[in-house]
């Protein structure tokens, strides 16, 4: 099994498998200390960051859209929304939202020209709309420490997302202590306590094939006597179907409670915003069975399908919390609706 490294190393091949480092990028090289950004990398990482990773998507969609409505507008009968139904869906936001944008503007403007501004600014509308969520912080602990469950597939980017978060969290300048609970394989520990010393948070390990659930007790226990501000336990990757592993979560979640009760006080569900269908079936499948409150939408990077959040948001009433922008622990970003939106659909 390739041994894991965050750092890069030469003699490595890259992304040979879902424990593969980051690739050697100048976000990964350029700063050896990653808890540390310069601050032009931090405000990148934030909100800006969501717009450039979202670049394909945006820019397949506005070619579409742009084509679709020339410089003195469109007149809006059933070929153009049609038309305009199918450029929507190419992006992954899914039938009913791409309808719902459709019908929006056929009810606004049948029989009209419509420009292209109104045509992005009533999309937008019905997509924010669609969207709207109460609240993407974290759920903290009303004192104490603070327990966070990450669960998911495998290679969904649960792992990552860890790191992520401990970089954040040590940017607030809080105490990280973290459970290696991904006990199934020995890389997967591995990955993790890099990614720990490399950030200065405290983890508590268990040996390969060992009980995720004794871990993951372990890491809390360890984490109220530090004091720390947050544990951030890692699961091994699971299947919604796998009825026994999803019952493991269960396990997991009550022995965590026997230290504290009302741990964990926020289960993030790591969806890859890459497996489309897929992605909504595991939100779908996760979502009850693991006692979720949040979702982590990773890869949201590279992708031409970044819409869809939309039917992740839309079938479910699980907030999105935060997004994966790339490999990196800067590559992260709370999820803001209103800079999604524009993200999706502003001319690049
Ligand atoms: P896990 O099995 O769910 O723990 O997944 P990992 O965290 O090990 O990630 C699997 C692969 O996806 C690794 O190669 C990661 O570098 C990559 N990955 C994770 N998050 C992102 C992201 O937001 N963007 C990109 N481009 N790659 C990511
Ligand atoms: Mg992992």
């Known amino acids: 099994m390739a041994r894991w490294n965050p750092f890069g190393s030469s003699d490595q091949k890259k992304n040979e498998n879902t424990e593969s480092p980051p690739p050697e990028n100048q976000d990964a090289n350029d700063s050896n200390d990653a808890s540390s950004p310069p601050p032009t990398e931090k405000k990148k990482g934030l909100f800006g960051g969501i717009k ?38 190419k992006t992954d936001m899914g039938n009913g939202p791409a309808a ?20 992005i600014d009533s999309a937008k509308e019905t997509i924010s709309a ?60 591995e990955q993790l306590t890099i990614w720990a010393d490399r950030m200065d948070a405290e983890i508590v390990t268990g040996r390969q ?38 019952d493991e979560l269960g396990r997991i979640r009550r022995v965590m409670q026997k230290v504290s009760p009302d741990a964990p006080h926020e289960v993030l569900l790591v969806l890859d915003a890459t ?35 939309i039917p992740i948001r839309q079938e479910f009433g699980l907030p999105v919390k935060f997004v994966g922008l790339g490999e990196t622990p800067d590559d992260f970003a709370p999820f ?13």
């Open 52 to 89: 450039r990773a979202m670049s394909k998507t945006m820019e397949v969609l506005n070619t579409d859209i742009r084509d679709l409505v020339k410089e003195d507008g469109r007149l809006v009968d059933d070929q153009f929304l049609d038309e305009l139904f199918a450029h929507l869906v």
């Open 100 to 119: 719902k944008i459709r019908d929006d503007i056929k009810s606004k403007y049948r029989a009209r020209k419509m420009t292209l501004t109104q045509l």
């Open 130 to 189: 669609i969207m709207q969520q109460e609240n993407a912080d974290i759920n903290l602990a009303s004192s104490g420490t603070t327990v966070i469950m990450v669960v998911g597939v495998n290679g969904a980017g649960k792992t990552t997302s860890i790191a992520k978060l401990v970089n954040l969290f040590k940017q607030q300048g809080k105490t990280v202590v973290l459970g290696a609970g991904d006990t199934f394989r020995a890389a997967a520990v």
């Open 209 to 246: 094939g060992s009980d995720p659930a004794s871990v993951a007790y372990k890491a809390v226990d360890a984490a109220i006597k530090a004091e720390a501000d947050i544990c951030i336990v890692d699961t091994a990757g699971r299947l919604q179907t796998q009825n026994n592993l999803m």
């Open 275 to 309: 497996a489309g269908q897929n992605a909504i079936s595991q939100a779908k499948g996760f979502g009850e069975a693991a006692g979720c409150t949040g979702i982590v939408l990773a890869k949201l990077d590279g992708s031409a399908k970044g819409g869809v959040a």
């Open 336 to 348: 803001d609706v209103g800079t999604y939106v524009d993200a999706l659909f502003d001319a690049p």
